[in-house]
C-alpha cells in the first residue's frame, strides 16, 4: 500500500549495516524503548530515499558507540536518549543534559525510572565560552520579548557581530513522550494535538498514521482527502503568517498587518466550515471525526482561492520593495553542507538547495495522487526562505482548491480494533518540515511514541545561521527558520 | 515598492468586530455545553465515560442523587461528550466564563431532574461593553509569559492584534517587559524547567500584577496535568485573578476574559479587598534552582 513498508520490515542489525546506510542515506531520528524487565534498546532511522524509511534496532546491554562523529545530526538525539534512559554514549563530544535542567538530581531517568516526586535540585550549565579580548555575552531568555515561546540563547559578540550562538532549550518540556507510555490509544490523539499547538493538525494526522499502519486500517479516500485540505491549510496559514511576521522583524508593519488579516479569514473559515480554527479535534485514528460537507468545501476553496490571491499579490510587492531586499539578502546564510551534515529539513532544507518533501519521496494519504511542486532555492538566506514560504502557500492553496472541489465519496472513517500488539510510524510534511511518530501499542494502550519533530532537528542549524550576522539580525534569522520550542522540547 | 503595498492594503475592505459582537462570542472554541433539560443519569455516565480529562465528572450526593460536574478549567474542547450523548452536550457559540474566579469555571447539574445547582453567574458581555472604557482607563499593559505551552494559546494571543480584533483600539498593548506591565497573561501548565523563570517574571512585574491564568493548561494542566515534567496549573506557582478556558480559548473569549478580570480587580478595588503584598505561592526554598536567566 505505502512504499516505504518494505524498508520497515527490514531490520538490518549491525553496527555496519547502519554505518553503511548513514553514508547515503539521511538520518532522521534515534530513540529509545524500554522492553520487558528493563530491557533497553536504541533505534535509528535513516532515510534511504527510494529504498524508504529504514529502522535499526541495538539492544543495549553495553555503552552504545556515539554516531555523532561521524553523523552531527545525531547530536542532539544521543544527548536526548542519554537524558531519557540513561544508556550510555561512548564518544560523543557533547554529553551535557540537554532536555533535563540543573533542577533535576543526577541519575534520574525519567523514561526508565518511576518519577513521582523528584526532589530539586541545583546547579550551574556549563555554556561555551568564547575568550578573548572585547568578546561580550549577550544572554536573552528564557522569557522574551513578546508573544513567543521560552527558550535560551547565549550570544558571545564582538562589537555587533556574532562569534557563535548558544542555544539552550527544553524549557517547555512536559514529558510528553513519556505521557503517551500507559494511556489509551485514542486518547493519543489529543496529546498529539498539544505537541506544537500552531501545527496541531499534522502531529494528530503523523499520530493516526501510524496508528494505521500499526494495525493495517485503511483510511477511506474521502477521509485521506480531508486530511489533506487540513494539511495545506494549516501550511498556508504558517506561511502567509510567517512572512508577514518576517515584514514585521524588518519595521514594515502594513504587510505585517495585512497578513494577519489574511490569516483570520482564513482561521474564520476554518471555524465556519468545520467548527474548529485549528483543525483540533477532526483526525482520528481510522479517518476524520468531521465530514466537510459540499456547501462548506466550496465556502473554503472560495476564501483559500481569495487568500491566495492577495498574498501573492501583497508578498510580489513587499519583495519589490528595496528596503526588504536589503535586509533578506544575504542574511542568515545556512550553507548546504552544514544543511546537509545537520539532516535539515522543511523549509530550511528547501531554501538552502535540499530538495526534500515527505510528500513526494514518501507519499500518504492522498498524496500518492496528488504531488505537489517543489519549490528549492539555493542561497540558504532569509530571502530564500522567504520565498520558498511564498510558493509553498501558493501551491498549497492549488491543492485545496483542487481536492476540495473534487471530494471522494464514501465514509470519512474505519473502524479500528485497538486490541492486539501492533508498532508502526508515519511521517508526515508539517509546514516546519518532516514529521516523523513511531507507536508501539500494547493491549489497546501505547506503550511507547516517539516523536521526531522538524523543529528539534533544525534548531542545531539555527546557530550556523546566525554566526556572523550582526546580534540585531537574530530575531530576523530567527523568524525565518520560525521553528516551534514545544515541538522540540515536547 | 512601499507603495504598492500600502495602496493594496488600503483598498481592502475593513474587517474590524464591534466589541458588542465580540464579547461573549466563543466560536470555533469547541467548547461543550449542557442541555440540563435533556440530562438524564444514562446520558451523564456515557459523557463521563468519553471525557479524556477530568472535566466532565460524577458526583454521589447523600439522599441517592448523582451530580454532574462540569470543570471548564479542565476541558480541551475535544468534543467527545458531544458526540457520546448529542442530546444533552452540544458545542456551544457563546460562552461567558471567561476571566472569573476558579470556581467559576465549575458547574454542576442533577442529572435526575436536569436542574443547576446554584450556579454561579459568568460574566456579563453587555455590561462589560458598556463600561470598556472605565474599566481600561487610558491604557493596560499585558506581559504575555509562556510557561511552557503548546504555543496553541500563543496564536490566538498573537490574533488579537490583527485588523479583526485590534486589541490596541482599547488601549491594550502587550509590552516587552514585567516591568512595563499591569497584567501577566499566563499560558501553558508551568513546567519544571520554566518554574524558576515564572517566578522571577512575576517578581519584576509592578503592582498590581494582575495574573491571568490562561487556556486549559493555565486553568487545570489539562492535558498535560500529573506529567513529570510538569509543576501544575499556574495557580500552583502565581496567585491567579482570572481564569479563561479552552484549547485554546478563542480571541474573543481572551478578550472578554481580560476585561472580565479587570472588572473584578476593580470591584475588589472599590471594596478594599485588593491584597497589598501577593507574595508567589512556592518560595523559593521550595524551588531551589538557581537560575541561569
Sequence with gaps: MIPDMLGFMRHTNTTESLHESLRSGRLVSVFGTKGGEHKLSIHYVVDAGASGYQFFQFAVDRPVTSITPITPAAAWYEREVHDQYGIEILGHPDLRPLVLHENWPEGVHPMVTAVGSVPWASGLYPFLEVLGDGVCEVAVGPVHAGIIEPGHFRFSVMGDRVIHLELRHFYTHKGTEKLFEQSPVARGTLIAESVSGDNCFAHAVAYCQAVEKAFGVQVPPRAAAIRLVGIELERMLAHVADVGALCGDVGFTVPAAYASRIKEDLLRVSAACVGTRYWRGIATPGGVNRDLLSAAASSLAAAVERASGEFASLARKVLNTASVQNRFEGAGVLLPNVARDLAVVGVVARASGIALDVRRDHPYGAYTEHVPDLPVFHYGDVLARARVRIEEAVVSAQLITKIAANLPSGPTCSAVDFEKDAQGFSAVESPRGELLYWVSCRRGQIARCHIKSPSFQNWPALPFAVADNVIADFPLINKSFNLSYSGCDR | ?293
Excluded at chain 2, 468586530?17 to 461543550?32: C, E, F, N, Y
Excluded at chain 2, 477530568?54 to 478549567?73: E, F, K
Excluded at chain 2, 502587550?174 to 518554574?195: C, I, W
Design chain 2, 1 to 293: 515598492m512601499i507603495f504598492d503595498v500600502v495602496h493594496q492594503s488600503l483598498q481592502a475592505r475593513q474587517r474590524l468586530i464591534p466589541v458588542q459582537a465580540l464579547l461573549g462570542d466563543a466560536k470555533g472554541s469547541r467548547l461543550p455545553e449542557v442541555s440540563g433539560r435533556s440530562l438524564n443519569p444514562q446520558l451523564a455516565e456515557r459523557a463521563v465515560e468519553v471525557c479524556p480529562t477530568s472535566a466532565l465528572t460524577l458526583h454521589h450526593i447523600p439522599g441517592g442523587h448523582v451530580q454532574l460536574r462540569m470543570d471548564y478549567g479542565e476541558c480541551i474542547g475535544c468534543g467527545h461528550c458531544a458526540e457520546a450523548a448529542p442530546s444533552a452536550f452540544h458545542v456551544t457559540e457563546t460562552f461567558t466564563r471567561c476571566g472569573v474566579t476558579r470556581g467559576g469555571l465549575v458547574r454542576r447539574w442533577d442529572t435526575t431532574t436536569g436542574l443547576e445547582i446554584s450556579p454561579e453567574p459568568g460574566c456579563d458581555p453587555a455590561e462589560l461593553a458598556r463600561e470598556i472604557r472605565s474599566l481600561i482607563g487610558r491604557a493596560l499593559n499585558i506581559r504575555q509569559l509562556d510557561a511552557g505551552s503548546c504555543n496553541g494559546c500563543e496564536a490566538e494571543i498573537t490574533a488579537l492584534t490583527n485588523p479583526y480584533y485590534d486589541l490596541e483600539r482599547f488601549g491594550i498593548h502587550f509590552v516587552a517587559s514585567p516591568k512595563h506591565a499591569d497584567m501577566l497573561l499566563v499560558t501553558g501548565p508551568v513546567t519544571r524547567n520554566m518554574a524558576e523563570a515564572v517566578r522571577q517574571t512575576f517578581e519584576a512585574t509592578c503592582a498590581p500584577k494582575v495574573v491571568v491564568a490562561v487556556g486549559a493548561c493555565g486553568c487545570s494542566g489539562g492535558i498535560f496535568a500529573g506529567s513529570y515534567a510538569v509543576v501544575g496549573a499556574v495557580d500552583a506557582v502565581l496567585p491567579v485573578d482570572g481564569y479563561i478556558p479552552g484549547c485554546p480559548p478563542t480571541p474573543a473569549m481572551l478578550m472578554t476574559g481580560i476585561l472580565e478580570v479587570l472588572r473584578r480587580w476593580k470591584q475588589k478595588m472599590r471594596t478594599g479587598q485588593a491584597e497589598e503584598h501577593r507574595p508567589v505561592r512556592v518560595s523559593s526554598s521550595q524551588l531551589l534552582v538557581k537560575a541561569r536567566l
